[in-house]
């Protein structure tokens, strides 16, 4: 199993960037998809998940009404939306998969991919 996560980059507070992560080697119809963040000095945190077969999605209070998660079954790619960034949101942002329902402890998840470095400044 290959998660290939981008799309990070520097954008402004209050901008967007939208984060891909391509999954390859299995059929992931039902498995989880999760999207994590380790900014500098912190420990890994959730950010989002859903689920695959489903749709259903879960969101860390911080980043709830500002990302959204999606899925494009054709493409095997899950997508990251962060809108209305904020300088707090900077960190290096991780795709993981675990065989199902979605969770939100990083040590539930079983795949990861390399990081992004996404950095938003003020």
């Known amino acids: 199993v290959q998660l290939q996560a981008s799309g990070g980059g520097l954008v402004q507070a209050g901008g967007s960037l939208r984060l891909s992560c391509v999954a390859s080697g299995r059929t992931f119809s039902s498995y989880a998809m999760g999207w994590f963040r380790q900014a500098l000095g912190k420990e890994r945190e959730f950010v989002g998940a859903?689920?695959?077969?489903?749709?259903?999605?879960d969101y860390a209070d911080s980043v709830k009404g500002r990302f959204t998660i999606s899925r494009d079954a054709a493409k095997n790619t899950v997508y990251l939306q962060m809108n209305s960034l904020k300088p707090e949101d900077t960190a290096v942002y991780y795709c993981a998969a675990r065989p199902g329902r979605l969770r939100v402890g990083n040590y539930e998840y079983t795949y990861w991919g390399q990081g992004t470095q996404v950095t938003v400044s003020s």
């Open positions: 859903i689920s695959w077969m489903s749709g259903t999605t």
